[in-house]
């Protein structure tokens, strides 16, 4: 639902330099409409239509008609937005017209990695290629794929990881399923762009957190540190938590896709990542930590249990990725890791209705 801090988002989104009116009167379909990243997004077409005017109709592909009535509330019943339950593994019979598609539905946790592997990979693969068929039916003007930094694998003999820059991932590892299907996905991406002129870009999404995270089924670090703040806990780590990674608040990040989406150059990738916010788990967990200062909350260390269905990338980078490429479309962060975390908490607050 939103709330004061998602509204103080969405108005700061509006308010970058983004060429919102290619959206007036168009169709936009997102699939896994109410992820933690698209549900932003959705969030953003709303108020494009409720605050500007914009006359945007939105497709929403999901998984579980439930859970996203249960994420946007009343909001799901608005007359420009229609929900479909799909899940991609067969052709789509979309009768509306589509001018843009953005396909975020990815299972990105590595909780599912060693548990479900086939799931995790279906919608970057067979997914995606039922969404590119459709871009080339519907004649799309714009096709925004959610990637992520995994493809880069194990970069070696670098200071900076740009889109060029590629390194190992061994695709025995079970991790790989998210990695390399995400790859496949870029390479059909480029395919249909190239054999059939589908205007596809690609967003390489790094770590990225939101008011919109699901604390208590989320097991990445970050949401778990948030969880514990939450609850007043220590925050408890189960690293030694020295892997360092560039975390980015959902409202650069969102400015970051629409900016791929309408201003990106076709068949190419961007880096949607914060190069400023550079920090080791440990020190992420630090700053979460000391947030509320009047909590006395500690970091604490335990060992992970042998059954945890958490899979760590063996393969993951510390070195910085880099946001160069999408500067040059006008792309500038404006929030911290402090500010970032510090807006997460204070929606969760809102909207569990909880005493802090």
């Known amino acids: 639902m939103i709330n004061t801090i998602i509204e103080q988002d969405l108005e ?11 959206l007036k009167h168009k169709t936009v379909l997102i699939t896994g409409a109410y992820g933690m990243l698209a549900s932003y997004v959705v969030y953003m077409l709303m108020y494009l239509n409720e605050k500007k005017d914009m006359d945007i109709s939105v497709i929403a592909l999901v998984r579980s008609r439930k859970k996203f009535e249960k994420r946007f509330g009343k909001l799901s019943n ?5 929900v479909y339950e799909n899940t991609l593994e067969n052709p789509l019979e979309i009768a509306e017209q589509v001018d843009f598609i953005i396909h975020a539905a990815s299972l990105a946790s590595p909780q599912y990695y060693s548990v479900s592997p086939i799931e995790v990979l279906k919608p970057n693969v067979v997914g995606n290629y039922h969404l590119l068929e459709l871009a080339v039916q519907k004649k799309v003007e714009g096709y925004l794929f959610f990637s992520t930094g995994d493809i880069y694998g194990a970069v070696k003999n670098r200071t900076t990881v ?32 190239l054999q059939k002129r589908v205007p596809t870009k690609i967003a390489r999404i790094w770590h990225t957190y939101a008011p919109t995270m699901d604390i208590e089924r989320d097991p990445r670090v970050f949401a778990s540190f948030v969880k514990d703040v939450m609850q007043g806990n220590d925050i408890v780590m189960k690293s030694d938590g020295r892997s360092k990674r560039s975390f980015c608040y959902i409202s ?105």
């Not at 509006?14 to 009116?21: A, L």
């Not at 608005?78 to 229609?82: D, E, V």
């Not at 889109?163 to 249909?192: P, Q, V």
């Open 78 to 82: 608005h007359p420009y937005l229609t």
């Open 162 to 193: 740009r889109e060029t820059d590629y390194g190992e991932m061994d695709t025995l590892d079970i991790h790989s399923c998210y990695g390399e299907s995400k790859r496949m996905g870029e390479t059909m991406c480029k395919a249909w762009f």
């Open 12 to 22: 700061d989104i509006y308010q970058r330099k983004i060429p919102w009116e290619r």
């Open 252 to 356: 650069d990040a969102v400015v970051g896709y629409f900016l791929i989406l309408l201003n990106g150059k076709a068949g190419e990738a961007y880096n949607v990542c914060n190069t400023e916010e550079f920090y080791s788990i440990r020190e992420v967990a630090e700053i979460v930590a000391g947030l509320y200062p009047e909590k006395h909350l500690q970091v604490r260390y335990e060992k992970r249990e042998e059954d945890d269905t958490y899979l760590e990338n063996s393969q993951a980078n510390d070195i910085p990725p880099s946001n160069e490429k999408l500067k040059a479309l006008g792309w500038e962060t404006e929030v911290n890791i402090r500010e970032g975390f510090r807006r997460v908490i204070e929606s969760l607050k809102v909207n569990q209705e909880k005493e802090f």
